[in-house]
């Protein structure tokens, strides 16, 4: 898949180091206003072919033949001042968009999925994808007015998430709270990053 | 299309222009499309080439004179990203457009990580 997408060693002057974070979680969750909160959040859309399962979903009956469908994406773009790039994806919530993720999940630095822990259910197809993937990624729950505080153990033994994947407590309104959010998803994939690198020296 | 008159916009036709005619109905990004974080830039020299490009494909060109990221370009041209990436890879295949793909690689570098790390903290 990587194979033709670049020149060898393309260097090209002008282009930053640029990177990638997905946000993902069932519909409705909050990740648009997640995203609106850390950056800019920019109008993004694709038109894809629907899936199988989509067929029946969409009225398509008075549109005979058509099989393609529009799909709004989150995504914003954070530009620090030492010119690198960090762009936010945030996944189509519904799971008939599924074939869209692999495209974003290439090359992602990691991901957080959202919760609502009022609708654990909605996030285990994103947990599950991230770990078959094997794509870093921490969970966060947004904490919405009315909504019970479970503590991170709960959250835990309910997606049955491995030990080392972070759990947080967020509101994806705030900034500050936000920004945690992302700060612990990069260090939680730069700390894999440096066990699977000693991993490897050790093999040596 | 022209020979059959007025059949060809009946109601069943819906949009006039769906997106995916810029692209002649194609949904696959050939292997030349560039990922969605990849920077292009126009080729310094495009030669005559650039005459037989339809108006939107043409318009893309122009707005890579500088690199600019792929999503960007969906953005700020309010394509879909389907399309934009199926129009990348034929200016591409024509040697129009030079791919800088830095995410791929260094996505996972060390580096690249702490100088996201910094940034963040420094919001």
């Given at each position: 898949m990587a194979s033709e997408r670049s020149e060898p060693g393309a260097g090209l002057a002008g282009v930053p180091i640029v990177t990638k974070l997905l946000v993902a979680g069932g519909f409705g969750v909050g990740k648009t206003t997640l995203v609106g909160a850390i950056s800019e959040?920019?109008?993004?859309?694709?038109?894809?072919?629907?899936s199988e399962v989509g067929v029946g979903i969409d009225d398509t009956t008075t549109v005979a033949q058509k099989q393609t469908t529009t799909v709004a994406m989150d995504f914003g773009r954070i530009t620090f001042p030492s010119g690198v790039v960090l762009y936010l994806f945030g996944t189509p919530g519904q799971e008939r968009f599924w074939f869209m993720w692999d495209e974003l999940a290439f090359g992602a630095l990691g991901a957080i999925v959202l919760v609502d822990t009022r609708r654990l259910a909605d996030c285990f197809s994103s947990v599950d994808y991230f770990e078959r993937r094997d794509t870093p990624f921490v969970v966060a729950a947004n904490h919405f007015d009315g909504s019970l505080r479970y503590t991170q153990d709960d959250i835990r033994d309910a997606l049955d998430l491995e030990p080392d994947v972070p759990i947080l407590v967020c509101d994806a309104r705030k900034r500050e709270s936000v920004k945690e959010v992302l700060i612990a998803s990069v260090t939680h994939s730069l700390a894999r990053h440096r066990s699977r690198a000693t991993l490897t020296t050790r093999r040596d | 299309m022209t020979g059959q008159g007025g059949r060809w916009l009946d109601r069943e036709a819906g949009p006039v222009v769906r997106p995916y005619a810029l692209v002649r109905g194609r949904t696959r990004p050939p292997?030349?499309?560039?990922?969605?974080i990849d920077f292009v830039i126009a080729a310094s020299e495009t030669g005559s080439d650039t005459a037989r490009l339809g108006p939107e494909h043409r318009r893309l060109l122009s707005l890579c004179r500088t690199p600019v990221a792929v999503a960007d370009l969906a953005s700020d041209t309010d394509l879909p990203l389907g399309v934009v990436r199926v129009m990348l890879g034929d200016l591409r295949e024509r040697g129009l457009i030079l791919v800088a793909g830095s995410a791929h690689q260094e996505s996972s570098d060390e580096a690249v990580m702490r100088s996201v790390l910094d940034g963040l903290r420094a919001l």
């Amino acid at each position: 898949m990587a194979s033709e997408r670049s020149e060898p060693g393309a260097g090209l002057a002008g282009v930053p180091i640029v990177t990638k974070l997905l946000v993902a979680g069932g519909f409705g969750v909050g990740k648009t206003t997640l995203v609106g909160a850390i950056s800019e959040v920019r109008p993004l859309s694709t038109e894809e072919e629907l899936s199988e399962v989509g067929v029946g979903i969409d009225d398509t009956t008075t549109v005979a033949q058509k099989q393609t469908t529009t799909v709004a994406m989150d995504f914003g773009r954070i530009t620090f001042p030492s010119g690198v790039v960090l762009y936010l994806f945030g996944t189509p919530g519904q799971e008939r968009f599924w074939f869209m993720w692999d495209e974003l999940a290439f090359g992602a630095l990691g991901a957080i999925v959202l919760v609502d822990t009022r609708r654990l259910a909605d996030c285990f197809s994103s947990v599950d994808y991230f770990e078959r993937r094997d794509t870093p990624f921490v969970v966060a729950a947004n904490h919405f007015d009315g909504s019970l505080r479970y503590t991170q153990d709960d959250i835990r033994d309910a997606l049955d998430l491995e030990p080392d994947v972070p759990i947080l407590v967020c509101d994806a309104r705030k900034r500050e709270s936000v920004k945690e959010v992302l700060i612990a998803s990069v260090t939680h994939s730069l700390a894999r990053h440096r066990s699977r690198a000693t991993l490897t020296t050790r093999r040596d | 299309m022209t020979g059959q008159g007025g059949r060809w916009l009946d109601r069943e036709a819906g949009p006039v222009v769906r997106p995916y005619a810029l692209v002649r109905g194609r949904t696959r990004p050939p292997r030349a499309a560039p990922g969605l974080i990849d920077f292009v830039i126009a080729a310094s020299e495009t030669g005559s080439d650039t005459a037989r490009l339809g108006p939107e494909h043409r318009r893309l060109l122009s707005l890579c004179r500088t690199p600019v990221a792929v999503a960007d370009l969906a953005s700020d041209t309010d394509l879909p990203l389907g399309v934009v990436r199926v129009m990348l890879g034929d200016l591409r295949e024509r040697g129009l457009i030079l791919v800088a793909g830095s995410a791929h690689q260094e996505s996972s570098d060390e580096a690249v990580m702490r100088s996201v790390l910094d940034g963040l903290r420094a919001l």
